[in-house]
């Protein structure tokens, strides 16, 4: 018996933009006990089904105009709005991608629970809280009377998301929407939010309508699996279908671009030292008059060394202290003490005027290509600013940037445009040429790939491991993804809460690994089946 | 919490010790020497040094600060050159009128201008927030002497419903005589803040709906006027306490014009007077007393951003 049906939903976009429909005869359903994963690409449409399902979809800018949607028969698009608000909580609850954001700041977690009982129940206050630490116990939050007072900024993320699941069950709802619930999780806690999930969706028979972009979550979670693209589903069928058989070749383009967590063999580098750090310590805080003060010690004691085109993978979860690391590196915040050699020259305590003539030789790639270039410049303007400011003349400049635009796949022509007419993708190869414009030494990659979709994110690893080796880069790479660290780094360092714990030799690391936190890392990756 | 507090109120200790160095050297600075200034277009030299032996002027200027930072501290802010009144009574006795002035208005304007901006970003684009858009800019443009004479046009002479000018205490006169009187000059004053504060109202209102925990209480099937009061406007008001208290100081310092034009006695009449009369004393213990009063309400302002947002820990 379905929960959820939704039948030929057609829902169309705004004039002008870039396709005529978000979502295109999306045919499917959820049976009651069971979890059926939405899994696409960004801009797939898998959001926007979900939203619909909901009526949370921006009714200005998305009008069903064909189709059905029945939450357990019931009619959902010619609802009026008061029997939607009523059914949202009571037979259909969502939880989201940001657990921190999705939290209302200022209020009570536990208010913000019990707002569900307000809502639909006439239940009196001391009943409400009761129910609310039943739901809370129910989510395995540690002391929840305790935590019913808590604001949403002194929980976890972990935390936070149970408290976002607990809120969406608390009156018990047949389905579940839950979007990308693990994206903005670590590992570890991502594996233990799906475990929670699955859990309750079996003890509850729960359907549950789970929307992601991560194969490896599908292998963990999913009963059935939609795949989507440019707004319509192209594949749909159990999980082991669709994981170990699939029909459609943009499922079997995205089951491949999932990188495996089998490090292919490399052989050791032996170009010169490029960058070394040595007790690399960055603190926080100040220790105050009488001992008193708040000291953070974000990285503690960290050696490592980097080789002309090596990769060295700095592995870690949140708050670990690898981009700490990084940052020190740069100099863009400055190492409390220990030494960064560049080429055997200590950088650590230069200042600012006998450090710019190092600046160059270090480059640094970040996480959002859609922050990191500045949006009222063209791409053109941004690559070339670098090496200008080193006394590069325009024109030389200029003829690099053109070049070094056709190295990272992407026309020269291009350079007079502005980022927001690129893609992700693209905008992170724009990143890349901007930071080879000034010839460096050493190139860091700061999650670099963690915001691409999965096909697109596979190009870019390629593209650094190509201008890694045509360059004769130190590559130093920043990751919390396993499956990524594994196919682009040489050897890798694995940070747990500012200190090193564990490194060596990617595929002997990933084989064997020593410190129980390795350990459990690998254990948590998502998709072992994969 | 306390900790916050106890470490906000202390700090402004130097803040106001370095705005009484700031205002001691200023006048000890500026051009024109104030004993010759008393003395007036045809004293003798004498008479100038007299007056100057009087004041003090003629000792080191460390000896003279410290001597009036010591007064200050006893509440002393010296004696007016030409009424010879303290002006820590000067101000006590105009001071009733320009603070009532200042509250009547702010309360006003924030009776107004908040339901009024948040109206506008719960239905922004529609006719509603178009028209208060429109009354922000007018609001701003048009002086306040205009509006003053404006409002006295409309109420006072044509429909005569409203005095011209005039104050009338609340505690010696009662209610009733006050707020007839206040009116005008409240409702002139009003009126820039008005615009200002829907302004920000609404622009503050209008983000804080489009963020996430908004969707998440529309999941839970929250109404959305429910939305709007419960998890919208807590979370607007930072910025906009911020600017009503800038408000209430901006008001306390700008209502010379309005009480010019309505002839009201309080401060804004006194500094007027002052400073056409070069009264030194009473400008310096003018200025300390607003400085003292800004001081405050900027430390009021960050108390009450801990009342208002959890995260809030210095």
């Not at chain 1, 939203?51 to 921006?58: E, I, K, Q, Y």
């Not at chain 1, 739901?135 to 540690?142: E, G």
């Not at chain 1, 052989?267 to 008193?292: C, N, Q, R, W």
């Not at chain 1, 863009?332 to 006998?354: F, M």
Request: aromatic share 6%; hydrophobic share 45%.
């Amino acid at each position: 018996m379905s929960i959820l049906e939704v039948d030929n939903l057609t829902v169309k976009l705004p004039d002008g933009a870039d396709r005529p429909f978000a979502i295109e005869g999306v045919t499917l359903h959820v049976d009651k006990g069971e979890i059926l994963c939405v899994v696409g690409e960004s801009g797939s449409g898998k959001s926007v089904t979900a939203f619909s399902v909901m009526g949370l979809a921006d009714k200005r800018a998305l009008t069903p105009v064909s189709g059905a949607i029945r939450l357990d028969g019931e009619d959902i698009l010619n609802a009026t709005d008061a029997r939607l608000r009523k059914l949202r909580g009571e037979k259909m609850g969502m939880i989201f991608q940001e657990p921190m954001t999705a939290l209302n700041p200022v209020l009570r977690v536990g208010d913000q629970i019990s707002e569900m009982l307000e809502i639909h129940t006439n239940m009196s206050q001391s009943q409400r809280k009761e129910r609310v630490i039943a739901a809370m116990n129910d989510v395995s939050l540690p002391d929840p009377e305790k935590m019913y007072r808590s604001y949403p900024h002194q929980l976890s993320g972990g935390q936070r998301q149970r408290i976002m699941i607990a809120m969406a069950l608390t009156l018990e709802p047949q389905l579940l929407i839950a979007d990308e619930p693990t994206t903005a999780l670590d590992v570890t806690t991502q594996a233990q939010i799906l475990a929670l999930i699955k859990d309750i969706q079996k003890r509850k028979g729960m359907g549950v309508m789970f929307i992601t972009h991560d194969f490896g979550v599908v292998a963990e979670i999913a009963d059935r699996v939609a795949v989507m693209k440019y707004g319509q589903i192209v594949e749909q069928g159990t999980v082991d279908e669709v994981l170990h058989a699939p029909k459609d070749d943009y499922t079997k383009m995205l089951i491949a671009a999932v990188p495996s967590m089998t490090p292919p063999k490399r052989e050791p580098a032996t170009g010169d030292k490029a960058l070394s750090t040595d007790d690399l310590v960055k603190v926080y805080g100040t220790p105050g008059l009488l001992g008193t003060g708040r000291v953070v010690k974000a990285v503690q004691e960290v050696d490592l060394t980097v080789r002309r085109g090596e990769t060295l993978g700095i592995v870690g979860e949140s708050g670990s202290g690898k981009s700490t690391v990084a940052r020190c590196i740069m100099r863009l915040i400055d190492p409390t003490s220990g030494e960064v050699l560049i080429n055997g020259e200590n950088i650590a305590t230069l200042k600012e005027g006998q450090l710019r003539p190092h600046r160059r030789d270090i480059q640094i790639v970040f996480q959002d290509p859609y922050r990191s270039l500045n949006p009222r410049r063209t791409v053109g303007q941004s690559i070339v600013e670098g090496p200008m400011n080193y006394g590069i003349s325009a024109a030389q400049a200029h003829e690099r940037a053109a070049e070094l635009m056709r190295v990272v796949g992407l026309s020269p022509d291009a350079l007079d445009r502005f980022p927001h007419q690129f893609s992700g993708g693209q905008r992170q190869r724009i990143c890349i040429a901007r930071a080879l414009a000034m010839e460096p030494m050493i190139l860091i990659a700061d999650e670099a790939v963690s915001a691409l979709d999965v096909s697109v994110q596979a190009q870019v690893l390629d593209l650094l491991d190509d201008v890694r080796q045509k360059f004769d880069l130190a590559m130093l790479f920043i990751t919390h993804d396993l499956r990524v660290a594994a196919q682009i780094c040489d050897r890798i360092l694995v940070m747990n809460k500012g200190e090193v714990v564990e490194t060596g030799p990617t595929a002997d690391v990933y084989a064997n690994p020593q410190h129980e936190y390795t350990r459990a890392l690998l254990k948590a990756a998502p998709g072992a089946a994969l | 919490m306390t900790r916050y507090i106890t470490m906000r109120v202390l700090s402004t200790i130097p803040v106001m010790i370095l705005v009484a160095l700031f205002v001691f050297l200023m006048l000890r600075l500026a051009p024109g020497d104030p004993a010759s200034v008393i003395a007036g277009d045809y004293a003798t030299a004498e008479d100038v040094e007299r007056i100057r032996e009087q004041l003090g002027l003629s000792d080191p200027i460390v000896v003279q600060f410290v001597r009036w930072v010591g007064s200050l501290a006893q509440g002393n802010l010296g004696v007016s050159i030409f009424s010879g009144k303290p002006v820590t009574e000067l101000i006590g006795q105009r001071l009733e009128p320009t603070l009532l002035l200042a509250l009547t208005t702010i309360t006003f304007a924030v009776a107004v201008a908040v339901p009024l901006g948040t109206l506008a970003a719960f239905r922004s684009g529609s006719l509603i927030d178009r028209f208060v858009m429109l009354f922000s800019v007018s609001g701003f443009s048009i002086p306040a002497f205009v509006m003053g004479y404006i409002l006295i046009y409309v109420f006072a002479m044509q429909l005569q419903i409203l005095p011209v000018q005039g104050y009338k205490s609340p505690f010696t006169e009662g209610i009733g005589p006050f707020f007839y009187h206040i009116t005008l000059p409240s409702l002139t004053l009003s009126v820039i803040f008005i615009a200002l504060i829907a302004r920000m109202t609404r622009a503050s209102v209008i983000e804080v709906l489009e963020e996430d925990y908004i969707r998440t209480a529309r999941a839970k099937g929250q109404s959305e006027f429910k939305i709007l009061m419960r998890h919208g406007l807590r979370n607007a008001a930072v910025p906009v306490v911020t600017v009503i208290g800038i408000g209430i100081a901006l008001l306390l310092g700008g209502v010379v014009v309005t009480e010019s034009v309505f002839n009201i006695p309080g401060l804004g009449r006194l500094v007027l007077d002052a400073v056409l009369a070069r009264d030194y004393p009473i400008i310096q213990g003018l200025i300390l007393f607003f400085s003292f009063i800004y001081i405050f309400i900027n430390l009021l302002i960050d108390l009450s951003y801990t009342l208002l947002d959890p995260r809030i820990r210095y």
